[in-house]
């Protein structure tokens, strides 16, 4: 080992380091990894419901109002048509006709959550509370996180409106505001699925 | 919102002459983005909270030791005071020591000037990060003032005992501990997020992934775990709050709820906690050895897959736990199984590290002594564990004292070795000073002579059938023997001298601040990125336009063939 001439480092020749170039934006990583947190607690909420669910003979327990499934059914697809309408949304951005998509998602948004919320007061009529059984408790609690969401992505829906009216509104944020928006429409058909049905 | 340039504009956001430029007083210690001074808020955050954690360890050990004894400057320990000191220990040693220290203050320090980056990707999501921190170190310390006192249902706090105030005896500071866990999470979330866009996005020019010191490795992938874990332990924490305050009845098995839910919920997150903090102090010591070894670190790629590995593993052990809890024991069986294989990957490790030692010059300095005796204690806490990973034997040892003094022999490496390890490291570099060798010495050993002591008898006290959650051993006939009791003071009197060296470290740790021997740029002649600054580094940033590097080779380039000095630094071409 001694005798051998030191090994020649082929980087000890150089040529001038590579820039930085990140091979993913900041922002849409960061999203990413929020959104991956966020899919990861959603986890916990729905396999928690999922257990005890497991622990009943019958579920909804007996003596508890029913989900309206079908009307629930017609506001997913509401939804869902948000996300393709973001989606346009952001195609047309690089043209600079994001503006009415853009409106026509935050509408469908927001029709959602009111749908929801007129809902919850009919099943609060019915008897239907966090109080009155895991059933009610864990509806309330995964739909009622789920609505939280969405509302925090209106709000993300809004502000990209702001800066998009002020011209400011860079593609890599758009991206990453976008996909939290998805985030939370595609959860919804799974939350759907597992609570409702 | 950051801008995406930010992160990679180093070059031209210095150029427009705001380098170095003087901050005011709020800037600088109020409410820095700059990511030196965010670690060193996290840090004294960390440690205070550490001082108030090792006062409770002492109340409720001179409790056991001399029972009803009215503890010197903390009275009487009534039975409510023991369990809610010993619950406020757990928990502040894991989420308000381990956690800020090892990844909040060591990640924001090191990161951005190992990988040559001026700064996080979102200095404002940083600062926001530490702020929302620091509210949940206030709540918590708010909870011990409140009627009835703090949360004493445990740092696992398991329902019902948790759930209902008539159990746990503290109605307001059993909720108000679970909003600051919640609020502690999200503020190591935004800080998480941070970590990994800027080991991804702002490397130096020509650092690739295989370039990357393995402490910024094991601090990302270690932020990842805890992104990855802790969405299920929020989701119950919820649930906890609603059974406790809405009267709901997620975890009560009298109205349909399952208790063992929230123990899976828990452990989901609390199993891979260990090595949320682990692999950053066992990333310290691999930055370390190299150095005072003056021997390139033996198997880097091994040694950053096996903790990725290990990261990977820890997602399915968790109800290793659950063995007594009336879990399948089938189930227990496959938990056996992945416990005792996690073992595999950690032993690679420590092996690596002797390997890096072998033939090495080694010099014992302080960071090299915290480093070592991190790996010897740490190799005792994990053969200890095999025991209780193998469901049969754990039947018997289960809430013994042998777990407690198992889980001692992994946490105190972690949270306290590995800190001093990272501390008088670096100290040149956080503050421009050495620390003193010889009183580092002196608190060396008489910190990790004592450690031992303590938790050495604590294994032999739970092999005879201490329960952990005991106030008063004298109450049982088979326990109360002056064999076990004799352990027990002996315990107690190692804690005291323990407590006492640290004394020292504080003084040392004051007085080097201000009057240690200024140190050089590159005290220690080591190869990474973050001896090529100035030591007491000026302002926001960390380079000059003309001084900022690039890489062109591997981290560990020590004995360096062909070069007149031993070592090869990252940036010289």
């Not at chain 2, 390139?296 to 290793?320: N, Q």
């Not at chain 2, 421009?432 to 060798?437: F, I, K, L, P, V």
């Given at each position: 080992m001694t005798d051998a001439p030191p090994e020649r480092d082929f980087r000890l020749v150089h040529p001038a380091p590579r820039a930085r170039r990140p091979v993913v934006p900041s922002e849409v990583i960061a999203m990413l990894v929020f959104v991956f947190t966020e899919v990861m607690f959603f986890g916990g909420l729905v396999s928690a419901h999922t257990i005890t669910r497991s622990n009943w003979p019958m579920w909804p327990p007996p003596g508890q109002p029913r989900l309206p499934i079908e009307a629930t059914a017609v506001n997913t697809a509401v939804l869902l048509a948000s996300a393709g309408l973001l989606w346009l949304a952001g195609r047309r951005h690089v043209e600079g006709r994001a503006r009415a998509p853009l409106l026509g998602a935050m509408a469908a948004g927001g029709f959602f959550v009111v749908a929801q919320g007129y809902e919850w007061v009919g099943l609060v009529r019915e008897g239907l509370t966090m109080q009155s059984s895991t059933h009610g408790a864990f509806f309330y609690l995964i739909v009622g996180t789920h609505a939280l969401h969405v509302l925090a992505g209106l709000g993300v829906l809004v502000a990209l409106r702001a800066r998009l009216a002020a011209g400011r509104l860079s593609v890599d944020e758009f991206t990453a505001g976008r996909i939290f928006w998805y985030f939370v429409v595609v959860l919804w058909p799974v939350l759907y699925w597992r609570v409702y049905l | 919102m950051s801008h995406p340039e930010h992160a990679h504009a180093d070059h031209g956001h210095a150029a427009h002459g705001d380098h170095h430029h003087e901050m005011s007083f709020s800037e600088k210690y109020l409410f820095p983005t700059d990511h030196k001074y965010i670690a060193k808020q996290y840090m004294l955050t960390g440690m205070i909270m550490a001082v108030a954690a090792g006062f409770f360890a002492y109340a409720f050990r001179m409790q056991l030791a001399f029972p009803g004894m009215s503890v010197p400057f903390f009275g009487v320990v009534s039975p409510t005071e023991y369990n809610s000191l010993v619950t406020q220990h757990g928990s502040i040693m894991v989420f308000w020591v381990a956690m800020p220290v090892l990844i909040a203050a060591f990640g924001n320090f090191l990161i951005p000037l190992m990988i040559g980056a001026d700064d996080m990707v979102f200095p404002r999501l940083n600062r926001l990060s530490y702020q929302l921190f620091l509210l949940s170190a206030i709540l918590v310390v708010v909870g011990w003032f409140v009627p009835g006192g703090g949360f004493g249902g445990a740092w696992t706090s398991y329902p019902p005992l948790s759930a209902k105030a008539e159990y746990s005896l503290t109605p307001a500071g059993s909720s108000i501990w679970l909003a600051a866990v919640a609020v502690e999470f999200a503020a190591f979330l935004l800080g998480g997020?941070?970590?990994?866009?800027?080991?991804?996005?702002?490397?130096?020019?020509?650092?690739?992934?295989?370039?990357?010191?393995?402490?910024?490795?094991?601090?990302?992938?270690?932020?990842?775990?805890?992104?990855?874990?802790?969405?299920?332990?929020?989701?119950?924490?919820?649930?906890?709050?609603?059974?406790?305050?809405?009267?709901?009845?997620?975890?009560?098995?009298?109205?349909?709820?399952?208790?063992?839910?929230?123990?899976?919920?828990?452990?989901?997150?609390?199993?891979?906690?260990?090595?949320?903090?682990?692999?950053?102090?066992?990333?310290?010591?691999?930055?370390?050895?190299?150095?005072?070894?003056?021997?390139?670190?033996?198997?880097?790629?091994?040694?950053?897959?096996?903790?990725?590995?290990?990261?990977?593993?820890?997602?399915?052990?968790?109800?290793?736990?659950?063995?007594?809890?009336?879990?399948?024991?089938?189930?227990?069986?496959?938990?056996?199984?992945?416990?005792?294989?996690?073992?595999?990957?950690?032993?690679?490790?420590?092996?690596?590290?002797?390997?890096?030692?072998?033939?090495?010059?080694?010099?014992?300095?302080?960071?090299?002594?915290?480093?070592?005796?991190?790996?010897?204690?740490?190799?005792?806490?994990?053969?200890?564990?095999?025991?209780?990973?193998?469901?049969?034997?754990?039947?018997?040892?289960?809430?013994?004292?042998?777990?407690?003094?198992?889980?001692?022999?992994?946490?105190?490496?972690?949270?306290?070795?590995?800190?001093?390890?990272?501390?008088?490291?670096?100290?040149?570099?956080?503050?421009?000073?050495?620390?003193?060798?010889?009183?580092?010495?002196?608190?060396?050993?008489?910190?990790?002579?004592?450690?031992?002591?303590?938790?050495?008898?604590?294994?032999?006290?739970?092999?005879?059938?201490?329960?952990?959650?005991?106030?008063?051993?004298?109450?049982?006939?088979?326990?109360?023997?002056?064999?076990?009791?004799?352990?027990?003071?002996?315990?107690?009197?190692?804690?005291v001298i323990m407590l006492i060296f640290q004394v020292l470290f504080v003084y040392n740790f004051i007085n080097s601040i201000f009057k240690g021997k200024l140190a050089p740029t590159n005290p220690w002649k080591a190869t990474t990125l973050e001896w090529t600054t100035p030591s007491a580094q000026p302002g926001h940033g960390n380079w000059t336009p003309e001084t900022m590097p690039s890489v062109y080779r591997g981290p560990y380039e020590y004995s360096a063939p062909g070069r007149d000095d031993d070592f090869h630094p990252q940036n010289v071409p």
């Amino acid at each position: 080992m001694t005798d051998a001439p030191p090994e020649r480092d082929f980087r000890l020749v150089h040529p001038a380091p590579r820039a930085r170039r990140p091979v993913v934006p900041s922002e849409v990583i960061a999203m990413l990894v929020f959104v991956f947190t966020e899919v990861m607690f959603f986890g916990g909420l729905v396999s928690a419901h999922t257990i005890t669910r497991s622990n009943w003979p019958m579920w909804p327990p007996p003596g508890q109002p029913r989900l309206p499934i079908e009307a629930t059914a017609v506001n997913t697809a509401v939804l869902l048509a948000s996300a393709g309408l973001l989606w346009l949304a952001g195609r047309r951005h690089v043209e600079g006709r994001a503006r009415a998509p853009l409106l026509g998602a935050m509408a469908a948004g927001g029709f959602f959550v009111v749908a929801q919320g007129y809902e919850w007061v009919g099943l609060v009529r019915e008897g239907l509370t966090m109080q009155s059984s895991t059933h009610g408790a864990f509806f309330y609690l995964i739909v009622g996180t789920h609505a939280l969401h969405v509302l925090a992505g209106l709000g993300v829906l809004v502000a990209l409106r702001a800066r998009l009216a002020a011209g400011r509104l860079s593609v890599d944020e758009f991206t990453a505001g976008r996909i939290f928006w998805y985030f939370v429409v595609v959860l919804w058909p799974v939350l759907y699925w597992r609570v409702y049905l | 919102m950051s801008h995406p340039e930010h992160a990679h504009a180093d070059h031209g956001h210095a150029a427009h002459g705001d380098h170095h430029h003087e901050m005011s007083f709020s800037e600088k210690y109020l409410f820095p983005t700059d990511h030196k001074y965010i670690a060193k808020q996290y840090m004294l955050t960390g440690m205070i909270m550490a001082v108030a954690a090792g006062f409770f360890a002492y109340a409720f050990r001179m409790q056991l030791a001399f029972p009803g004894m009215s503890v010197p400057f903390f009275g009487v320990v009534s039975p409510t005071e023991y369990n809610s000191l010993v619950t406020q220990h757990g928990s502040i040693m894991v989420f308000w020591v381990a956690m800020p220290v090892l990844i909040a203050a060591f990640g924001n320090f090191l990161i951005p000037l190992m990988i040559g980056a001026d700064d996080m990707v979102f200095p404002r999501l940083n600062r926001l990060s530490y702020q929302l921190f620091l509210l949940s170190a206030i709540l918590v310390v708010v909870g011990w003032f409140v009627p009835g006192g703090g949360f004493g249902g445990a740092w696992t706090s398991y329902p019902p005992l948790s759930a209902k105030a008539e159990y746990s005896l503290t109605p307001a500071g059993s909720s108000i501990w679970l909003a600051a866990v919640a609020v502690e999470f999200a503020a190591f979330l935004l800080g998480g997020i941070n970590f990994v866009v800027t080991a991804m996005n702002a490397r130096a020019p020509g650092m690739k992934w295989h370039d990357v010191p393995i402490v910024v490795w094991f601090i990302c992938i270690a932020s990842i775990l805890f992104m990855a874990s802790v969405g299920p332990l929020i989701a119950g924490a919820i649930m906890l709050l609603f059974d406790q305050q809405l009267g709901t009845h997620f975890f009560d098995p009298v109205a349909g709820g399952d208790p063992i839910l929230w123990q899976h919920l828990f452990w989901f997150f609390g199993h891979p906690e260990v090595y949320v903090v682990l692999l950053p102090a066992i990333g310290i010591c691999a930055e370390i050895i190299p150095v005072f070894a003056r021997k390139k670190l033996f198997g880097y790629r091994a040694i950053l897959y096996t903790g990725i590995a290990t990261g990977v593993l820890s997602f399915f052990v968790w109800a290793h736990h659950q063995f007594v809890a009336g879990i399948d024991p089938r189930m227990a069986n496959v938990f056996t199984i992945t416990t005792v294989l996690i073992s595999i990957p950690i032993a690679e490790m420590v092996f690596l590290y002797i390997a890096t030692l072998y033939g090495g010059s080694i010099k014992f300095s302080v960071p090299m002594l915290w480093a070592l005796s991190f790996i010897f204690c740490f190799l005792i806490g994990g053969v200890t564990g095999i025991f209780l990973g193998a469901s049969g034997a754990d039947i018997y040892l289960h809430d013994t004292y042998f777990v407690v003094a198992h889980f001692h022999y992994t946490f105190y490496p972690i949270a306290i070795i590995g800190t001093f390890a990272g501390v008088t490291h670096w100290f040149p570099k956080l503050f421009g000073r050495y620390m003193d060798e010889k009183l580092g010495q002196i608190h060396f050993w008489g910190t990790v002579l004592s450690f031992n002591l303590i938790f050495i008898p604590l294994f032999f006290t739970g092999l005879a059938g201490d329960h952990r959650r005991i106030y008063n051993y004298n109450n049982f006939a088979e326990l109360g023997t002056p064999d076990l009791q004799w352990l027990r003071i002996l315990a107690t009197v190692a804690l005291v001298i323990m407590l006492i060296f640290q004394v020292l470290f504080v003084y040392n740790f004051i007085n080097s601040i201000f009057k240690g021997k200024l140190a050089p740029t590159n005290p220690w002649k080591a190869t990474t990125l973050e001896w090529t600054t100035p030591s007491a580094q000026p302002g926001h940033g960390n380079w000059t336009p003309e001084t900022m590097p690039s890489v062109y080779r591997g981290p560990y380039e020590y004995s360096a063939p062909g070069r007149d000095d031993d070592f090869h630094p990252q940036n010289v071409p």
